[in-house]
Structure formats: structure tokens, C-alpha cells
T-cell receptor
Framework: GESVGLHLPTLSVQEGDNSIINCAYS??????FIWYKQESGKGPQFIID?????DKRQGQRVTVLLNKTVKHLSLQIAATQPGDSAVYFC??????????FGQGTELSVKP | ETGVTQSPTHLIKTRGQQVTLRCSSQ?????VSWYQQALGQGPQFIFQ???????GRGNFPPRFSGLQFPNYSSELNVNALELDDSALYLC?????????????FGQGTRLTVV
């Protein structure tokens, strides 16, 4: 079946450094991808999305890169702050259907 | 805040009981999806409702059922609760077909089955 996987379950970075979280998906029909941030005890919070007709999208301090050839996407967080500490999920979908989530990467930011 | 609200926030039920969880979707959104998130795992798709009709279902048994109302709010019902049903249940609303759009989540309902 289709799957979405993250390369690292945990990531520790120094405050002020850039963070890169990677994700791979299996379904080549996926046309839309979302990155979520989830803090303890809360629901996933939308960070940034990208459609399959794009390969890069930038937000405030975040950039998502999509490589459809190898079915890989990444989330880059610039100047990581302690408030960025959370679990990050990538999710993929096809034509508005179900979101397939990865297992999550726990980002820890050291002051 | 996403505008997606879920109730209750926490719930404790006994094995074999039935439970109903509720979700109010974000204004203007006509699609509601439900997810189950076990501790340390990513959310797993249960089912989706679009304009009051079920529009896709994940690998969950029939004792998981749902409804969507004309105002696009939704309920998730689980019968004959099992210990493994203990999880965070998440509702997400989006503007549905024909194209994928942002899906925003509520804060979830933490269900504990004892």
C-alpha cells in the first residue's frame, strides 16, 4: 500500500542553526503535500504545503522542496528557535482524499 | 487557531461501551476527515465525509462510523470499545473535491478505554 516515511525519528539542532527534515512518499499519484507541526497534547498545526506542479515553496522561515523524480520532500527551517521544538509530520494526498502521514520527526532545539 | 473545534477534549470509557466524538469544521469547509493517532505514531485515516456522504474509508472496522450534518459538522461513533481504541482522535476540515486544499486540524479528543 501507499506510505509516507521520514528519514530520521529525531533531530537535535542548536538554536540559530538551520534544520532540515526529510520525507519520502510512495504513491506517484500524490498531488499535494503538507507539513504539520505537532506540539505535545495538541492537534497537528499546518505549516506549509506544496502542489505537485511545483518544486519549491517558501513561507516565513520555512521552505519546502519537492523532488517528484525520487518522491522526496523536505522541510527547511531557517534560524531554528526553541519554539520550533515539536514533532513534524509530512502528509501526502491525491485529489483531496485521505492524508497519508509519516511517522514524524521530533525536533529538539538546544539553547 | 484553526477554527476547527472538537469535543470533548478528554474522555474515559470502559471496554464495550460506545462513544460519540464531535467536530465543528472551519467556516466554508465542506469536507471533514477523522484520524486516529496512537501514541508516538502519525495520524491514521479513518474516513472522510464530503457534503454529508462518506467519501473514502481507511482500514478500520465497521464499529467505527460517522455522520456529517448539513452545517458540515461531524460525529465519529465507536461501538464496542476495545482497549486498543485508546488514542487521540483528530478531526480535519478542508474544502473538498475536485482539488486538494489545506486541511486544518482540531485539537483532538483524547480517548482512554479502560
Amino acid at each position: 500500500g501507499e506510505s509516507v516515511g521520514l528519514h530520521l525519528p529525531t533531530l537535535s539542532v542548536q538554536e540559530g542553526d538551520n534544520s532540515i527534515i526529510n520525507c519520502a512518499y510512495s504513491n506517484s499519484a500524490s498531488d499535494y503535500f503538507i507539513w504539520y507541526k505537532q506540539e505535545s497534547g495538541k492537534g497537528p498545526q499546518f505549516i506549509i504545503d506544496i502542489r505537485s506542479n511545483m518544486d519549491k515553496r517558501q513561507g516565513q522561515r520555512v521552505t519546502v522542496l519537492l523532488n517528484k523524480t525520487v518522491k522526496h520532500l523536505s522541510l527547511q527551517i531557517a534560524a531554528t528557535q526553541p519554539g520550533d521544538s515539536a514533532v513534524y509530520f509530512c502528509a501526502a494526498t491525491n485529489q483531496g482524499g485521505k492524508l497519508i502521514f509519516g511517522q514524524g520527526t521530533e525536533l529538539s532545539v538546544k539553547p | 487557531e484553526t477554527g476547527v473545534t472538537q469535543s470533548p477534549t478528554h474522555l474515559i470509557k470502559t471496554r464495550g461501551q460506545q462513544v460519540t466524538l464531535r467536530c465543528s469544521s472551519q467556516s466554508g469547509h465542506n469536507t471533514v476527515s477523522w484520524y486516529q493517532q496512537a501514541l508516538g505514531q502519525g495520524p491514521q485515516f479513518i474516513f472522510q465525509y464530503y457534503r454529508e456522504e462518506e467519501n473514502g474509508r481507511g482500514n478500520f472496522p465497521p464499529r467505527f462510523s460517522g455522520l456529517q450534518f448539513p452545517n458540515y459538522s461531524s460525529e465519529l461513533n465507536v461501538n464496542a470499545l476495545e482497549l486498543d481504541d485508546s488514542a487521540l482522535y483528530l478531526c480535519a476540515s478542508s474544502l473538498g473535491e475536485p482539488r486538494s486544499t489545506e486541511a486544518f486540524f482540531g485539537q483532538g479528543t483524547r480517548l482512554t478505554v479502560v
